[in-house]
Each structure stands twice: as structure tokens, then as C-alpha cells.
């Protein structure tokens, strides 16, 4: 039924013909359909059935047996055949509430299970936007690729028209001949990109995109503050690791409780019913057996001695205890560098974005002036194709400055687990 559920959620959120894909829906496909999910859900939905498993000493036991035997000379019992047939309820009173506590270890642990859970779709999530963010790029990069080769190539006819009608060296015309071969060999390097990039959205998302898929470009929001002091606890209280320790960490110790429970007497109750059916070994004489019993029994164990057992046992379990307290402190410190980190890439991110936005407008202002007088005979070819290296250079840096903004942002949403700031309003990244 749940792998219905999770095929009908994909087969909705599979983009229609002519739409673009969304960042939300590439993360929607890849929550419903990949792999790494799929495993852990099954893992959790394994330790949901052992928890089921705990809840067994709560509830009664009831146990059939039959029994039938033929002897041909009889020698104790004057009986040719004798069959038993006993019905018996038991049902354990107490027993050092050792039940009680496993159950709440198989709970503590299920509840571990689902926080792994959750930090894999965490980490997914991540990868779709990293992969959804490296797609965009690189079709942005491809698209400045190909506006370079339709520059050069309107170069290449202006110089070519100059060449031949004796106004300039034959070397000038080369010069742009040569770079628009290398332009074109970037053109299909970003072309290559493209299509890498679009295996592996595909990839993590577990559903496979066509190269000419529409992917919908993210919003674009101005930088904010970062203050760490503030995300810290938050991230502290949210991250799903962390809980996954703690959450294991109390399976230990109602292990270690339940262990305990041993040393205290088990006290069970059992009601069983018998029926006894028999053939006489001397005919014409009375049956001096019974034909029913009905027994009822309290039996209390106390174990005295097991060789140190349960003892050894506590002390193991203790020392796991003390284990996961040194992981979680060590997992609090390499959460806190990935903040720092995580902070740091943000910040650097949003000063390279305003830097490449101002960066940005000279060389397409420098390019257009180049342009008209290499027209007018004022510069040279060499100047035309500076002017353009100038322009694809600061277009590229600009497209990385606002992914790698965007892919900052993905990163210290991981890093908190949650939303580090209201989701930016407005229009996409600017088209180059």
C-alpha cells in the first residue's frame, strides 16, 4: 500500500509536457523515488515490526498440544492406546519490569531509526539542489558559450570584409579565425557539461530528465546577515544526527535496565486443561484413570547465581552508553566547523555576488564601444577580442558568484536542518 502511495506521489509530481521543472518538484521526485530513501524507510518500517515483536510479553499465551500413543502390551497402565489433549493460557505477572524496558529500547531505537531517516533526506535534499544548481550553471555557461561563438563569428565576417578589401592585414583576420576555433571547442566542452549535468539531477531525483527538459531558474533574493551565534543552538536542537545519538543512547539504556530486571524474581501464571482418552488392556473392567484435569499454577524463579552474567552484561552496556556520549561530543564539534564553514562560504558568496554585479556592466559597455570602432577602423581585431574575453569572463563570474550564492544557502540549510532565513521574493538570476 505504501509503494502505491509513493508511485502515485511520483507519477503527480512528474513535470507535465512543456513545463519547467522546479527545484521543490526535482526535490519532491527525489524524496518519493530515490534510492537511499527507499532503503532507510524500509529499515524503519523493519524496526516498526520489532517494536510489534516487544509487545508480545504483555499478552497472553495460549498453547494446544496432543498426544496420542499405542502400545500392543501394555505394562504399567492397562491401557492399549492413550491420547491427552491440554489447552493452557500462561501469562507472566512479573519479571523485573525486563519487558517493560525492552520494549522501550526497541522504541528508543525505532525512534533512532527514523531520525537516520530524516538525516538522509537531508542529505538528499542537498544533493538535489547541489545537482539542480550545477545544472543551471551549466546551461547559463553554455549559453555564454554560445553567444562567444555568435560574436566571434560576426567578428570573423567584419574582418573578413576588411581583409579582403585591402584595409587590413591578412594576420588580423587570422587572429579571429584562430579564436573562434577555440571558442567552439568551449562550446562543445559546455555542451558535454549540459548534458553530464542533466544525468545527474537525474540521477538523484531517481527519475530520468530528456536533454531538452525545461529546468525552471531559482529565484534570486539579495544576501542577508548571518549571525552564527543564533544559528548554533538552533542547529544544536534541530540536527537529526545528534537526536539519532540520543535517541540511541536511550536504547541503551533501557538495555541496561532491562538486563537489571534479571536480578529480580519472575513470577508467572498458567491455567491448563487436559483431556485423557484410553483404551482398557483388561476387558469388563472399570477405567481407573481420569478422563479430565484442571490445573492451575503460580510459579515464582528467582535466579541466584549466573556466573556473573548479567553483571558483565551491564558493565558492556554501560561502556556503549559512555561511547555515544564521546560521538555526540565529538559529532557537537564537527557540527560547529561545518557551521563556521558554512557561514564563512555564505559570506564570501554574497560579497563576490555584489562585486561581479557591478563587475559585470563595464566590459559589456567596454565591448560595445569596442565593437563600433573596430567598425570604424579606430581599433584593431585584437582589441575586439580582448574586449570580448573581457565580457564572457565577467558574465561567467557573475553566473558563478549567484549559483555559488544559491549553493551556499543549500549548504547552511543543511548544516541548521531548517531555514535560516524567510524565503526571498522576486525574479530569477540575470539572464547573460
Known sequence: MKRMAVIVLATLLMP??????????????????????????QR??????????????????????????KTENPVIFPTKDASAFSVEVSYNLFRGFSDKNTLG????????????????????ILEVKRAYIDLLRARKSL???????????????????FFRGG??????????????????QDLLRAESSFRVAGKGLGRVTGVPLGED??????????????????????????RSELRFLAAQRQARERTKDS??????????????????????????????????????????????????????????????????????????????????????????????IVLARKSVEQPEENYRITQSQFREQVSTAADLLDARVFLTRARTEYNNAFYDLRLSLAVLERVVEGPVAPEPAGGGARGN
Not at 584595409?167 to 567552439?184: D, F, I, P
Request: charged share 35%; hydrophobic share 40%.
Open 16 to 41: 507535465s509536457p512543456g513545463r519547467a521543472v522546479t527545484m521543490e518538484e526535482a526535490v519532491s521526485l527525489a524524496l518519493a523515488n530515490n534510492h537511499r530513501i527507499r532503503d532507510f524507510r
Open 143 to 161: 549559453e555564454v558559450a554560445r553567444e562567444s561563438v555568435e560574436l566571434l563569428e560576426r567578428q570573423r565576417r567584419d574582418a573578413e570584409l
Open 44 to 69: 524503519t518500517e523493519a524496526q516498526e515490526r520489532r517494536v510489534d515483536s516487544g509487545k508480545a510479553p504483555f499478552w497472553p499465551q495460549f498453547e494446544a498440544t496432543y498426544e496420542y500413543a
Open 213 to 238: 527538459e525545461p529546468v525552471e531558474e531559482i529565484a534570486f533574493g539579495e544576501p542577508f546577515e548571518i549571525d552564527e551565534r543564533v544559528l548554533a543552538p538552533r542547529m544544536l536542537e534541530r
Open 167 to 184: 584595409l587590413t592585414a591578412k594576420n588580423e583576420y587570422l587572429k579571429v579565425e584562430v579564436e573562434l576555433a577555440s571558442a567552439r
Open 259 to 352: 538486563i537489571w530486571g534479571g536480578y529480580l524474581p519472575s513470577v508467572d501464571l498458567s491455567l491448563a486443561h487436559s483431556r485423557y482418552g484410553e483404551t482398557s488392556a483388561f476387558e469388563g473392567r472399570n477405567d481407573p484413570l481420569f478422563d479430565s484435569d484442571t490445573r492451575a499454577t503460580v510459579e515464582a524463579t528467582w535466579t541466584l547465581f549466573d556466573g556473573f552474567r548479567k553483571r558483565s552484561d551491564i558493565l558492556a552496556e554501560a561502556a556503549e552508553i559512555r561511547a555515544i556520549e564521546e560521538r555526540i561530543r565529538d559529532t557537537q564539534e564537527d557540527l560547529r566547523l561545518q557551521l563556521r564553514t558554512a557561514v564563512e562560504g555564505y559570506r564570501v558568496a554574497a560579497g563576490r
Open 105 to 124: 529500547a526497541a522504541r528508543s531505537t525505532l525512534e533512532a531509526v527514523r531520525y537516520g531517516e530524516k538525516a538522509a533526506e537531508a542529505d538528499v
